[in-house]
């Protein structure tokens, strides 16, 4: 896959896109699972006997097309073209703004329902293009290092308001195929990470049917394994993510003992380490996934030790996994500091020279506030000096 130019310098731009807003009153069909399609086009005045089929037209149309008018479904008759726009609308959030970074990086900054605004990312990369998405205005875990954490959670998205980022996402980089061109199997959006503002597992249906969607086959069509949820240690949801889901699971982990953990990741405090450990030996299996990824935020003298290193190793001992070791991206206001480059080395190899993979994550989009940990939206950012967060973790 080739890799989009990355431009000199940042560029900020709006991005003029074509009508989104629902029409007061009608449902929007982004979203909806198979089955709450064919009931709302029955109810609509499609024949019972035709709505299976009508609901396999309708979604080639929204999803693998990316078509937005009912007049542009030509394999429909006009009369129940007329019939679609009398009753429904497909909309998508709205990108406000974007923003491109000195490596390419591209972030969004979206409004949804309510005037609400959330960030989503785009990472290219030789191999692949990551999408990174929200699943929550703000979050309530209020984890100490994450930027994102210290905004208050406002209210979970819509399972159309989940799949929309990526549809959005799809129409910026101008990747919906053309009718009647060759197959282009190339993708620049190539996998979905659930890394963005907010707890997945804290709006787990809405999450599930939004990827359901991605992972349809006649649609958006992206594999399980393309797919990354990342938890920061919901125990009760973590069987049913891969039961019901089966996508790949990432964990918030970032300490080896509770007493920090309880610091970094406050939820430690309801599902400690053990805890959360013993659910994740059973993940694997239950949903055919290959490894866990750990992924550690590295922080200067907290959590960046020798000692810590050989604890997570021997914590995760029966666990097929990979550690992330991501170097902290600092923000204004945060009470920590990056390990440095010696530190994080260091700690990667022991990690290593105990069979496991330990990935040291190149920070991506840090000029624009983009990369992991940095994402808050631009509205409701809440600007605490660096005493104020301190006194949070301390409390």
Not at 12 to 38: E, F
Not at 235 to 259: K, N, Q
Not at 317 to 338: M, T, V
């Amino acid at each position: 896959m080739t890799a989009p130019v990355a431009p000199t310098s940042p560029i900020t731009q709006d991005v003029m896109t074509i009508p989104r807003k629902a029409a007061p009153g009608l449902p929007n069909l982004v979203g909806m699972s198979r089955d709450a399609m064919r009931e709302a086009l029955i109810a609509a005045g499609t024949p019972e006997k035709q709505a299976k089929m009508r609901v396999n037209q309708i979604w080639q149309w929204i999803y693998h097309w990316g078509v937005r008018d009912f007049e542009a479904m030509t394999n429909l008759a006009k009369p129940y073209r007329e019939l679609l726009a009398a009753n429904f609308v497909i909309s998508l959030p709205e990108i406000v703004s974007k923003q491109v970074s000195s490596d390419g990086t591209r972030k969004y900054l979206v409004r949804i329902a309510g005037g609400h605004e959330v960030e989503v990312v785009y990472i290219p990369e030789t191999d692949r293009g990551t999408l990174c998405i929200s699943s929550q205005v703000g979050c309530t875990l209020t984890c100490s290092f994450c930027h994102t954490g210290t905004q208050k959670l406002v209210r979970n998205l819509t399972a159309g308001e989940i799949i929309g980022q990526v549809m959005l996402a799809r129409d910026d980089l101008e990747e919906w195929p053309t009718p009647g061109a060759p197959k282009d199997e190339t993708r620049l959006l190539s996998n979905i990470v659930l890394m963005g503002m907010g707890e997945p597992l804290y709006n787990f249906e809405g999450v599930r049917d939004a990827m359901k969607i991605a992972m349809d086959g006649e649609g958006l069509s992206l594999s399980r394994r393309r797919i990354t949820l990342s938890t920061s240690g919901v125990v009760p949801e973590i069987a049913r993510t891969a039961e019901e889901i089966g996508c790949m699971l990432a964990v918030s982990f970032h300490a080896t003992t509770d007493e920090v953990r309880d610091k970094l990741v406050p939820i430690n405090k309801k599902w400690n380490i053990e805890k959360l450990l013993q659910a994740l030996k059973a993940y694997p299996k239950l949903s055919n996934s290959e490894r866990i990824t750990f992924e550690y935020v590295m922080l200067k003298d907290v959590n960046d030790s020798d000692e810590d290193a050989r604890r997570l190793v021997k914590l995760i001992e029966g666990i097929p996994a990979k550690i992330n070791l991501i170097p902290f991206n600092e923000w204004p206001g945060s009470p920590y500091e990056r390990s440095s480059n010696n530190r994080i080395r260091a700690f990667a190899d022991i990690i290593y020279k105990a069979g496991y993979a330990s990935p040291i994550r190149t920070p991506r989009g840090e000029d624009i506030m983009a990369a992991c940990g940095q994402l808050k939206s631009a509205t409701e950012r809440a600007r605490k000096s660096r005493a104020e967060i301190a006194a949070d973790v301390q409390g």
